[in-house]
């Protein structure tokens, strides 16, 4: 363990590092508060010791409970704020571009999608809604050059974009910077979502939000078409004065890696995310009959009572620490270890003493993290309505569907595109599918009920164009 002196003189290295990048000093105030404690031996752990589950009376139901706040809502709908997490490259599904510029309905990417239906609600209420895009250092030259296809997109002096900042990643065994020369950029890491509350003050957004009157904001990530704004969710928000709201969703097996909210024996909330979980109570953690609901990273913030905290806080809202373990260069684990120091935009739930949360359908989480997803919202099994929101097919034969397709062959964007290019396969009628080996599909595919398709060759296998597949399908060539 260093000695406090040995600390400060490891983090003057990180301190040149930030200042030769022109990082705001917030930015390096606040990475040394998260520094000190890393160095220090924090890791970030929450332990279910320590905690309780959330149960049905601590979460209000949006569907059968708020359905009487539409009217406030829109009342106070001139006063609110789009922010969209634009950050995402998609690194896992081999992106290089931001994720958010994937054409996914109808010829529209999702953020076309977010700005048409943003656009579309000033329209039908004749107010002034600004869409504002936090953008990371990798996202934001292609952003902004997509932005050039909406003129209208700017409300007054409000930028439509501001950058999230990033961090130095930090050697394991030394504590001090972690050094890459063949890519001096994977010496840097965004800082988790949670840095938003800090690029809202450097970017002067927030500042600009509080004097143009605006009082509220929805927070979202981009890649989430389900995250819009609702009048019935808004009312409710303006109505209690609360300072912070969540929205959660009913936990399944397929939100185990996902973070949630739970309470403090003192009964305060706060939220759990996968690395803060130690690696012994993992069990428990996944376990979805302990934890029912999960954090859908929609967010609702007053921005008042906001910018309020902040300047009592200094600006450094002091989210918990998520100490990020990885390998500098993170597709080659042969490289140095190194922790990434990172927040959760969801944390913010344990600064404000009055937080709440609100239960919403699934309707309202549509994420895309893996190709298995973006499968299923290119799919017919999700329709674009004239309004700009994605809903459920009415056609539908089953309430939910799960996709698993080989990492192998589809794991990466330009592998899935090859194996779809002729469109991809009916869905409409699926209830789940499962891929294995290299399949490759013609036009005009339906897939119906449980499916399995497994080809066991080397040799692609072709079907053919028209084909209705209603049962397991074994390949074997050899």
């Not at 292609?142 to 932005?147: F, N, Q, V």
């Not at 120091?341 to 009055?354: L, P, Q, R, Y």
């Not at 399995?452 to 080397?458: A, D, K, L, R, T």
Request: charged fraction near 25%; glycine fraction near 6%.
């Amino acid at each position: 363990m260093c000695t406090t002196k040995e600390i400060i003189g490891k983090f003057t290295l990180f301190e040149e590092k930030m200042r030769s990048e022109k990082l705001p000093q917030l930015v390096l105030d606040t990475f040394k508060y998260y520094y000190l404690k890393l160095a220090k031996g924090e890791t970030g752990y929450i332990y279910s010791k320590d905690i309780l589950p959330l149960v049905p009376s601590d979460v209000p139901s949006a569907d059968q409970e708020l359905q009487t706040y539409d009217k406030e809502g829109a009342s106070v709908l001139g006063k609110t704020a789009v922010i969209k997490l634009n950050g995402g490259l998609g690194t896992s599904m081999g992106l290089d571009k931001a994720k958010s510029l994937i054409v996914v309905k109808d010829g529209f990417s999702f953020l076309d999608i977010s700005i048409k239906k943003t656009f579309f609600l000033r329209e039908k209420y004749g107010v002034e809604i600004p869409i504002i895009l936090m953008n990371s250092f990798n996202t934001d030259t292609d952003t902004i050059e997509h932005l050039k296809k909406y003129p209208g997109i700017q409300i007054h002096d409000i930028p439509v974009r501001f950058l999230q900042h990033k961090y130095p990643k930090v050697l394991q065994e030394t504590l001090e910077p972690a050094r890459y020369p063949e890519n001096p950029r994977l010496e840097w890491n965004p800082p988790g979502h949670g840095d938003i509350y800090s690029a809202l003050v450097t970017s002067g957004i927030l500042e600009r939000l509080l004097r143009r009157g605006f009082q509220y904001a929805m927070l979202s990530n981009a890649d989430n078409l389900g995250a819009v704004l609702d009048t019935c969710i808004l009312g409710y928000f303006a109505k209690k004065n609360v300072s912070f709201m969540m929205e959660v969703a009913d936990r399944t097996e397929m939100d185990k890696k996902g973070g949630f909210p739970v309470k403090t024996k003192s009964g305060k909330l706060i939220l759990w995310e996968t690395a803060q979980c130690p690696s012994d109570e993992i069990d428990m953690y996944i376990d979805t009959n302990t934890h029912h609901y999960f954090n859908a990273n929609n967010l609702w913030i007053n921005l008042k009572k906001l910018n309020d905290i902040l300047k009592k806080k200094g600006n450094i809202l002091g989210l918990p620490l998520i100490r990020n373990t990885k390998t500098v260069n993170p597709k080659d684990k042969t490289t140095a270890k190194v922790f990434q120091i990172e927040t959760a935009m969801g944390a913010a739930i344990a600064v404000f003493e009055d937080s709440a949360t609100v239960k919403v359908s699934r309707k309202r989480f549509v994420p895309v993290k893996k190709c298995d997803e973006l499968l299923i919202l290119l799919s017919d099994y999700f329709k674009l309505t004239n309004e700009f929101d994605i809903i459920k097919n009415p056609e539908r034969s089953h309430e939910t569907i799960m996709a698993q397709l080989d990492e192998k062959y589809f794991g990466q964007i330009e592998d899935f595109l090859k194996r779809f290019e002729n469109g991809v396969p009916s869905l409409v009628q699926c209830e789940k599918l499962k891929i294995s080996g290299d399949v490759r599909f013609g036009r005009n595919i339906c897939i119906r009920g449980k499916v399995e398709i497994i080809n066991q060759g080397e040799t692609p296998y072709y079907i053919k164009n028209n084909t209705i597949i209603d049962k397991n399908i074994t390949i074997n060539d050899a």
